[in-house]
T-cell receptor, first 116, second 111 residues
Framework: EAGVTQFPSHSVIEKGQTVTLRCDPI?????LYWYRRVMGKEIKFLLH????????ESGMPNNRFLAERTGGTYSTLKVQPAELEDSGVYFC??????????????FGPGTRLTVL | QKEVEQDPGPLSVPEGAIVSLNCTYS??????FMWYRQYSRKGPELLMY????GNKEDGRFTAQVDKSSKYISLFIRDSQPSDSATYLC???????????FGAGTRLFVKA
């Protein structure tokens, strides 16, 4: 069974440009999460989808970040316009529907974003 | 104050040593406690998972949770070079989906 996949693995862009990250969750997983790790800091939660609905977007840093999950399958995270402080590794994770904190979240390999 | 504190290391041990990793946390509402292992250029992989207080053992790995002290530990027995990785503690509230991570401890096991 394929795990969580993310594309691209690495993206280098100029400040002010737009970047779109993609995540394909494990088939059948209704929960999809985005996390990110900026240099020297811990991995932090960005948002949580259940199917195509945003359940919790409390971790989104500002309105330059837009996450979508059309059709409840893959998800995209767009950063527009990108700033230097957006550099980091963006992880996607997915899990089956469970009662809250009990479910295992499976992580993808991450997309390393560098903003110059 | 961070919700979860973890010494980033690095921690270097000889092969065969017992490794002790730990985290402290501030919010007593955390009920699910996890340890993830992350190899370079990979995503975090769940290693151990504990609900509330107590111990859990899986092969060479033992996880301990002491809710009275807000302290969790991971022990690795007979450490191997293949155990060299970053170990992240993580927590969730009951009913919560958001995972709160520690900074991760970088472990090197020397052959």
């Amino acid at each position: 069974e394929a795990g969580v996949t993310q594309f691209p693995s690495h993206s280098v862009i100029e400040k002010g440009q737009t970047v779109t990250l993609r995540c394909d969750p494990i088939s059948g997983h209704d929960n999809l999460y985005w996390y990110r790790r900026v240099m020297g800091k811990e991995i932090k939660f960005l948002l949580h989808f259940v199917k195509e609905s945003k359940q919790d977007e409390s971790g989104m840093p500002n309105n330059r970040f837009l996450a979508e999950r059309t059709g409840g399958t893959y998800s995209t995270l767009k950063v527009q316009p990108a700033e230097l402080e957006d550099s980091g590794v963006y992880f996607c994770a997915s899990s089956q529907i469970t009662s809250g904190g009990a479910g295992e979240q499976f992580f993808g390999p991450g997309t390393r974003l560098t903003v110059l | 104050q961070k919700e979860v504190e973890q010494d980033p290391g690095p921690l270097s041990v000889p092969e065969g040593a017992i490794v002790s990793l730990n985290c402290t946390y501030s919010n007593s509402a955390f009920q699910y406690f996890m340890w993830y292992r992350q190899y370079s250029r990979k995503g975090p992989e769940l290693l151990m998972y504990t609900y509330s207080s107590g111990n859990k053992e899986d092969g060479r790995f033992t996880a301990q949770v002491d809710k009275s002290s807000k302290y969790i530990s991971l022990f690795i027995r007979d450490s191997q070079p293949s155990d060299s990785a970053t170990y992240l503690c993580a927590m969730r509230y009951t009913g919560g989906f958001k995972t709160i991570f520690g900074a991760g401890t970088r472990l090197f096991v020397k052959a």
